[in-house]
């Protein structure tokens, strides 16, 4: 039972996705940017999460983390298993190949001009050793479970924008990863075809369990998840949770103020603004619930 109890206490220990405390400082030859500043985040296995915020929030930086493709400064991050803080050139390759798939922000970096959906899904399992038999079986799979039969042969040029994205989320599931990271998939779609693109992500994660996350700054999209995250400078600052709601019926949607692990909670701007709390409040502990108060006639 020590045992247990001593893995217990690892902060998310039962996770699939784990960001405790994570940093990324972009350092240009004149400023500093701290584009994630203590993120805590955890995502479990089979979940749909989704992760909003305003420009420049730190969301990019966040996924490009997840994704092996960049680095944090500091803080630790565990993805199936996985230390992305610590990982070797050759253990990145396996993860970046078999663990995560990743749909990036432009559909055109997902997709290769002169090549056709069935090529370009072809290639990661190609890359992978994966046999030809079974390359051409993944891929019908893929195409048929997520609807893109019709664009088998078709290059991204022929494709429409909605195709584009859910050939790429194929690409990005040929190796059947754990997770799938995706950026922005339906930034430049129009409703309709976003419909589409989340049906289709809503699928991955239904039919082989791949845990989702789905950055966007449409906040629209918690109508389409069971949880959304909000990043705000760089840190988890709320979560809204949708319960399912019946065949037919908006689930019910609830928001949270998220707490970290030193105790920190980002009060919203509305809030702060509506009594003109500054940088200093008076904080009162009732029976079953903590007041925060301007602090008025306080030297500031
Ligand atoms: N390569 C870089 N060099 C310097 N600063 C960067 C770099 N990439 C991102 N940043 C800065 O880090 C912060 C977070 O950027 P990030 O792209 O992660 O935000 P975002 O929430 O994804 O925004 P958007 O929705 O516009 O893509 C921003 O201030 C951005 O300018």
Same mark, same amino acid.
């Given at each position: 039972m020590a045992h247990g109890g001593a893995r217990a206490q690892e902060f998310g220990h039962d996770a699939v996705i784990v960001c405790d405390n994570l940093l990324r400082v972009y350092q240009t030859d004149t400023v500093e940017v701290q &584009?994630?500043?203590?993120? *805590?985040?955890?995502?479990?296995?089979?979940?749909?999460?989704?992760?909003? =915020?305003? !420009?420049g929030s730190g969301k990019s930086t966040l996924l490009q983390v997840l994704a092996g493709v960049d680095?944090?400064? &500091?803080?630790?991050? #565990?993805?199936?298993?996985?230390?992305?803080?610590?990982?070797?050139?050759?253990?990145?390759? %396996?993860?970046?190949?078999?663990?995560?798939?990743?749909?990036?922000?432009?559909?055109? #970096?997902?997709l290769v001009p002169y090549l056709t959906a069935a090529q370009v899904v072809d290639l990661p399992q190609s890359f992978a050793g994966v046999p030809?038999?079974?390359?051409?079986?993944?891929?019908?799979?893929?195409?048929?479970?997520?609807?893109?039969? %019709?664009?088998t042969d078709l290059k991204p040029h022929q494709m429409s924008g909605g195709e584009q994205q859910r050939v790429a989320i194929c690409v990005a599931l040929a190796n059947r990863p754990q997770v799938l990271l995706t950026d922005e998939p339906t930034g430049e779609l129009d409703s309709a075809s976003a419909q589409e693109v989340f049906a289709a992500l809503r699928t991955a994660n239904r039919e082989w369990g791949t845990t989702v996350v789905i950055v966007t700054h449409d906040a =629209?999209? !918690?109508?389409?998840?069971?949880?959304?995250?909000?990043? #705000?400078?760089?840190?988890? !600052?709320?979560?809204?949770?949708? !319960? *399912? =709601?019946?065949?037919?019926?908006?689930?019910?949607?609830?928001?949270?103020?998220?707490?970290?692990r030193a105790g920190r909670v980002q009060v919203p701007r509305e809030f702060r603004e509506a009594l003109a709390l500054t940088h200093r409040v008076r904080l009162a502990l009732t029976e079953d619930s903590i007041e925060i108060r301007s602090d008025r006639g306080g030297e500031r």
């Open positions: &584009a994630l500043q203590g993120l *805590d985040l955890l995502v479990h296995d089979r979940e749909m999460v989704a992760i909003v =915020g305003a !420009s680095a944090a400064t &500091a803080g630790r991050a #565990r993805v199936a298993g996985h230390d992305l803080l610590g990982m070797t050139r050759r253990e990145r390759v %396996h993860y970046r190949r078999h663990v995560v798939g990743f749909v990036r922000q432009q559909s055109s #970096r997902n030809r038999r079974e390359r051409r079986q993944r891929t019908e799979e893929l195409f048929e479970t997520l609807g893109v039969q %019709h664009c =629209g999209v !918690s109508g389409q998840v069971a949880r959304t995250v909000a990043i #705000r400078d760089g840190r988890t !600052s709320s979560e809204v949770l949708r !319960s *399912d =709601g019946a065949e037919g019926v908006p689930g019910i949607a609830e928001e949270f103020a998220v707490m970290d």
